[in-house]
């Protein structure tokens, strides 16, 4: 187990993380499983869109000339030789003077130039009164509009909406290749954990890092196997760890990775040469552990006091399990915001400040009073920023605490993380850039 006391940037910490990620194996999953997963090939269309003229009206089929002088006060009649409903495979001549009626969607038939609205007619079914005048070509969806053959309809790497799903229905797919979402056992260690409901003795806490990771490898689109709490004995976490090797797609663990007297997370990987456990400039999150397992699993040691494990989970495992999914596009979106309080940030690192939302020109009396206010994200990273409007948004922290990585209870009014570069002071009135990490 490489130990290094270099300590490595964020970004280089990010950097690192990334590279255990590759795109999963694909499988082929039917329209109704397709939804949510990342699209592994390209889906194009055989056939033009539509596949022929069809009416985009409810209405008669007609010969364009034959109504090119219908009006209120001279209407023109014609005989209804068919009805048309949607679906209907019939062909029927519309000879001059003739008409068929029509609903949306049904083919145009031979003849048929143009479709009158049955608002503009009489509404009849065995001769028609047309109302109004109708250039030809009206009313007509014209065959290969929407697309030709050949035309990507949806490109891989593209996560799966409703409208996708129906983008490939539409072209006649019934199945599609995806990436397999990542399977991440979850493990939280400590001896002071204990399931959420169990009565506490004294020294003891709920369990509720293996709940967090468990929930954000989900909303990361991956399937979370939670396993913890687990206790702080080497041997059994080592085994349990090489027991999942090659049958997960990622370990997450919490706690365990600093230089305390039992950290169970280092000493259960001491003599893994693919794992390194190393510091990051940055602050909550320091201690962070990284690699491979001797099967190849990639493991991210993360630690253990709440807020850093969200923090950690945020800037290096989700980006990560992201590509894992297929996705090119691994970043949290962003905006540009205005500090309406200020803050002091550690010498040295970059600090990872949770903020909130809140109305602008609000800031609070005094700290304790934006304990209920919105969060956000700074990140030095401006690639994947969004330009600031004329009127950004404004934030304050989260909490009195500020960036404290225990102040777990108050992590529920984070909106993001605000990653100020290192060494530097915020003041009230200055920019930054968000990264949102709740809707």
């Known amino acids: 187990m490489p130990t290094t006391t270099a300590m490595r940037t964020l970004d280089e910490h990010r950097a690192a993380a990334l590279t255990l990620a590759t795109p999963l194996p694909t499988a082929v999953v039917g329209l109704a499983d397709a939804l949510g997963h990342v699209l592994a090939q390209d889906v194009r269309t055989d056939e033009p869109l539509p596949r022929w003229d069809n009416s985009a009206m409810d209405g008669y089929a007609v010969r364009a000339d034959d109504v090119r002088d219908a009006s209120d006060t001279s209407p023109v009649t014609l005989r209804v030789v068919a009805d048309l409903p949607a679906g209907s495979s019939g062909r029927p001549s519309v000879e001059p003077g003739t008409a068929a009626r ?47 053959p050949g035309d990507l309809v949806v490109a891989a790497g593209t996560l799966l909406g409703p409208a996708h799903v129906a983008a490939v229905a539409s072209v006649g797919v019934a199945q599609v290749a995806v990436h397999r ?5 979850v493990i939280s260690t400590g001896d002071e954990l204990v399931t959420p409901g169990t009565t506490l003795a004294h020294g003891q806490i709920p369990d509720s890092n293996s709940w967090l990771l468990a929930a954000a490898v989900r909303e990361a689109g991956g399937e979370a196997m939670r396993l913890g709490p687990v206790g702080d004995d080497p041997d059994a976490l080592r085994d349990l760890l090489h027991g999942l090797d090659g049958g997960v797609d990622a370990i997450v663990t919490s706690g365990g990775v600093s230089v305390g007297a039992f950290d169970v997370v280092k000493a259960a990987l001491l003599d893994e040469p693919d794992v390194v456990f190393v510091p990051v400039a940055v602050q909550p999150g320091k201690p962070q552990g990284l690699g491979r397992l001797p099967g190849g699993t990639p493991v991210f040691a993360l630690p253990g006091n709440p807020v850093s494990s969200f923090v950690s989970f945020e800037l290096f495992v989700r980006p990560a399990l992201l590509r894992m999914r ?22 040295g690192r970059a600090q990872v400040m949770p903020v909130r939302f809140v109305a602008p020109h609000t800031r609070p009396a005094d700290a304790s009073a934006s304990d209920d206010r919105d969060v956000a994200v700074a990140v030095q990273d401006g690639s994947h920023a969004v330009p600031a409007s004329p009127t950004p948004p404004h934030v304050v922290r989260a909490t009195a605490g500020g960036s404290g990585s225990h102040l777990v209870a108050r992590l529920a009014l984070a909106e993001g993380l605000a990653i100020v570069p290192p060494d530097t002071t915020v003041a009230a009135g200055d920019l930054v850039t968000v990264l949102r990490v709740a809707p």
């Open 102 to 148: 029509i609903m949306t969607g049904a083919p145009v038939p031979p003849g048929a130039d143009t479709v009158v609205p049955v608002e503009d007619t009489d509404a009849g079914t065995t001769t028609v009164e047309v109302r109004a005048s109708k250039a030809a070509g009206q009313h007509v969806r014209r065959t290969g509009e929407d697309a030709v």
């Open 326 to 347: 297929g996705l090119a596009d691994v970043e949290r979106p962003t905006t540009t915001a205005v500090v309406d309080d200020g803050w002091r940030t550690p010498p």
């Open 181 to 185: 979402r990542p399977r991440v056992a």
